[in-house]
């Protein structure tokens, strides 16, 4: 016989999403970490394990060993304390880690981070170096295949088979920068038009400058709690229904398919059966739009939309803040920027924020459920969870 | 009511440890990774998840997300798969999280990894470079403090307060490398004296080339198993007793003492705790002698002698492997070789040939119940498990 342990989220922060040059990466959890534990009206003595995500402080600033780092600096003292990491998915495989920990009945509170100071490093060439960390190496980046361009072939790939338009990616680009315009912490917070994402410069074609998430420096903080726990410090606690993780080969010329990534499918499948839900049943999602092709393909993996119609949905204004599905209501990786390990964290603030009913003006008018989906690299990495309220 | 469910080894697999200049990173792996497998009589398409320990593959070779890139290599197809780091305790991490989500009932089959590359790095100046980002960047290694360095402070420290000697560090030395030379895998297989160890050049005062473990490549790779599964697979499942992690501040001035490590001996606490057991219960231990000095100061820390007792201990040759507490009959981080990713995972290998009584003629007579401690940085990281057969 074996019981499981409901977990709830009952504390978040986040700094803004930015180029923020004042502020070391410690510095920046820091005010995080700070803003959830008030958040959660919680202290630092009740935390009693610390997991955070970040893909390359390495390579970024020259600092590996965060755990112990941040958990000290955010005055979590001798906590078991680790990172964990998964390129761009890091932040989100952090939650899941807690998540699981406390399942397992190890932990009753956990902080969970997420982290990247991609600005001001000393220690790269060029970001997009380091961001080619998380593709394979010996058969991708070092023949020059850049992120940006394993995304342009999966772009590529999406418009021959489906008739996917670069109109309707650039409509991706224009409704997350139009939710982040709404968002106080959203790197971008001015609206764009889809003649400005077509007129802007090619990265890799199909996709130009505006078809890219931006490089961003920012954390990100939650608490997680055991239900005992998040009933004795919270009146509103979000609960995790579901948690599921898959992966897939770094390559992209590995892959069965390139106008679907199988590593979300096979997440969303278990987070769905641990949740007992459908697509259908999900009221809003943050989605990984590190590109605009990229949410258009998450959509159809999720089961929102069939495959391929992902660019008629947008087209339609089905994933408008006010439409059938909203997509990324805090303006996504797009416009509320991506420093790469907090994104999979943040994506969980802005879920609690809409589920508690305090997102002010860019609120979900039906705030029930949601869900997070968090990408790492082409997608060799995926984790997506469940919530409600 | 909450129940808890055993979790086993059933299989383990390691290269030999040392310069692997004819192997890639994912070469090295996937060899340590199919002999586990077989060891433990499973298939690639049992195992449901997947840990690697890694400290910074994206420093050496310019490569992140190894979970992913891993499991792919190794057979293991689409499965939740993920990194962990915590320095040069990333591989007992990795050990950790997969024994706790056993635990939270999430899987029954589980594979860790741990694994680095420092030989044949394209990407970094220096090995001791990259290792610095194991320290705090910020106060220490931008300001000249090497890891050798750090080791060195603490030795000084306990010569003082102990009245610790060179001979005694040396003696550790002269013990591993004793031995090493009865493991085929170990990177060092002869025999040194406490003459050449002293005469060795001085690395940083006081401690001297051999009192150093060295550069190394290497794979390691075990298989844990819930009970049900366990029984299913194996006839000699080793079982974990006891996990126990904790954390301290990466640099050294902002610590309480230099003569003892804190987390080793919150982890320590908890593992024993959790194990019912003490110091005197644990037949033997491989601990973490990055430098002589961290050994006498682990067995310290870990109850096996009084504080201060650890280099008399060295010198009365209690802890040979005839002695009264055998301390890394492996030959340990020092002989064996230090991978720094691989390392926890190693200790886990070695643990389990000697629970099996297949340590040959490094075999400890009495071998029922041992100690794992892997540490992160110069100590902000300690993990500790204990086995029983």
């Excluded at 380091?130 to 991708?140: K, M, V």
């Excluded at 790197?187 to 994402?197: G, K």
């Excluded at 069965?256 to 999900?282: I, Q, W």
């Excluded at 990324?328 to 609690?352: D, E, I, W, Y």
């Amino acid at each position: 016989m074996f019981f499981m342990r409901n977990v709830a989220v009952i504390g978040v922060g986040m700094t803004k999403f930015g180029e923020l040059w004042d502020y070391s990466l410690r510095q920046i959890f820091t005010m995080a970490a700070i803003e959830a534990l008030e958040d959660a009206g919680c202290s630092n003595r009740d935390i009693e394990a610390f997991y955070v995500g970040n893909m390359s402080a390495g390579l970024f600033i020259g600092q590996e060993h965060l755990g112990a780092l941040l958990a000290d600096n955010a005055g979590l003292k001798n906590i078991p304390a680790m990172r964990v990491e998964g390129a761009c998915a890091s932040g989100g495989l952090a939650l899941r880690e807690a998540y699981l920990t406390i399942k397992a009945g190890e932990y009753d509170l956990v902080m969970v981070g997420g982290i990247e100071k991609m600005s001001d490093s000393p220690c790269t060439e060029d970001v997009t170096t380091t961001l080619g960390a998380a593709a394979d190496q010996e058969w991708e980046t070092f023949v020059g295949l850049t992120f940006p361009g394993a995304y342009a072939l999966i772009a590529k790939a999406h418009m021959e088979r489906y008739g996917t338009t670069k109109e309707q990616l650039a409509m991706v680009a224009v409704k997350n920068h139009k939710n982040g315009k709404n968002n106080p912490k959203a790197q971008f917070r001015r609206e764009i038009t889809i003649e400005q994402v077509l007129a802007s410069g090619i990265v890799a074609d199909p996709l130009s400058l505006l078809d890219c998430s931006p490089i961003s420096d920012g954390g990100a903080a939650v608490i997680l709690a055991s239900e005992d726990m998040a009933k004795k410090f919270s009146d509103t606690p979000v609960w995790i229904l579901g948690s599921g993780q898959a992966s897939d080969t770094l390559a992209l010329h590995d892959r069965e398919d390139l106008t679907s990534l199988k590593a979300t499918r096979l997440a969303a499948e278990k987070a769905y059966t641990a949740a007992n839900m459908g697509p259908k049943d999900v009221n809003f999602a943050e989605v990984h739009d590190c590109f605009t092709i990229a949410e258009i393909v998450a959509t159809e993996d999720l089961g929102f939309f069939h495959p391929g119609g992902g660019g008629k949905a947008v087209e339609e204004g089905l994933t408008e803040v006010d439409g059938k599905i909203p997509i990324n209501p805090s303006g996504g990786l797009k416009a509320k920027g991506h420093p790469v390990g907090a994104t999979g964290v943040a994506q969980v603030v802005s879920v609690v924020e809409q589920l508690r009913g305090e997102a002010h003006k860019r609120q979900v008018n039906r705030a029930e459920t949601a869900l997070t989906h968090n990408v790492g690299g082409s997608g060799a990495t995926a984790v997506v969870h469940i919530f409600s309220r």
